[in-house]
């Protein structure tokens, strides 16, 4: 094996490692939590994270009443506590965001452009997907789906109910496994046609009812590149709010060569060695080839194959 290329300090996985308590036996108090002057709301309406600017970037985070008077919540959810203060997210309708976007004292953008270039101070980016998460949900959840009769919010936010037939309903992660398959020293990496140009990630596919995430990770990759898996090794997870997935990173034990690109899941997908994929994660590929960034668990399954942590096949 050659020797291990130094990548520089680890970044960080971006939307974990939460400060906020989340307190779930005092959701039944969020009514009365919501008219303490201490609370804080973090706006999202739609793909937009609303922010007041600043002189790089945005300030997410402000007083619920200050939320309020930016325009109708369509939902407000208590996502938890910091420091003791209630901290909740609140949804507006599109009519909102484009008045918030004319205005020069706001910043009003997708997460995915504030988490990649930093716009917000990093311990807002997880009480930001946790609340773009859970009122993408409500967004998608304003009928019972047992009787089609319009349903309320409880809890603040975290449950659901039907007053027709009184079923219960909750708010759902959808499992990802994105995973990277390796053989030898090589790994695969495959290209989806809405990637960036010259970007190459993990594969990736939810995981299906009735699999687990050993099973799904092996159909995924020999559905998309026609690759037969062995063993899996879990390597890390990543809530992942677009709208509310959870990546469940491994690593997979590849036994086969030969590449059978599945085109309507990948526009091109091939095999990588150590040298090449180390250039790539320092952004000095000749040709410009990169990987995604560290914002994405993605590029920490890579990186850990690199530096030799892609269990015991790796
Ligand atoms: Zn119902």
Known sequence: MSPRP???????????????????HRRGEATALATDPRAGAYVVGGEMIVT?????????????AEARALGSAREIVLLGFCDGAARFGMSVGKETVEALKGRGDF?????????????????HLPPIAEAKALLA??????????????????????????PACKVEHFPRTDPVVIMLAVRGERCLLGRSARFAS????C?????????????AVRREVREEAGIV?????????????????LMIGCHAEALTDAITVDPGELEGARWFDREEIALM?????????GTPPPVAIAHHIIRGWVEGEAGDFG
Request: aromatic share 10%; charged share 20%; proline share 8%.
């Open 6 to 24: 130094d990548l520089g300090p680890r970044p960080h996985l971006g939307y974990t490692a939460s400060a906020l308590d989340r307190a779930a």
């Open 52 to 64: 007041r600017k600043r002189e790089h970037g945005g300030d997410p985070l402000f007083a619920l």
């Open 107 to 123: 910043l009003v953008t997708d997460l995915r452009t504030i988490a990649v270039q930093g716009l917000v101070a990093p311990e």
């Open 137 to 162: 949900w409500h967004g998608r959840h304003r009928f019972c789906a047992n009787c089609g009769a319009p349903t309320g919010v409880a809890e603040g936010g975290w449950k659901r109910e039907c």
């Open 198 to 201: 010259a970007m190459w990630s």
């Open 203 to 215: 594969l990736a596919g939810f995981v299906e009812p009735g699999e687990n995430i050993e099973e």
């Open 229 to 245: 898996c062995g063993r899996i090794a879990y390597f890390a997870s990543q809530p992942w709010p677009f709208p509310m997935s």
């Open 281 to 289: 994660l320092l952004r000095r590929h000749p040709d410009g080839l």
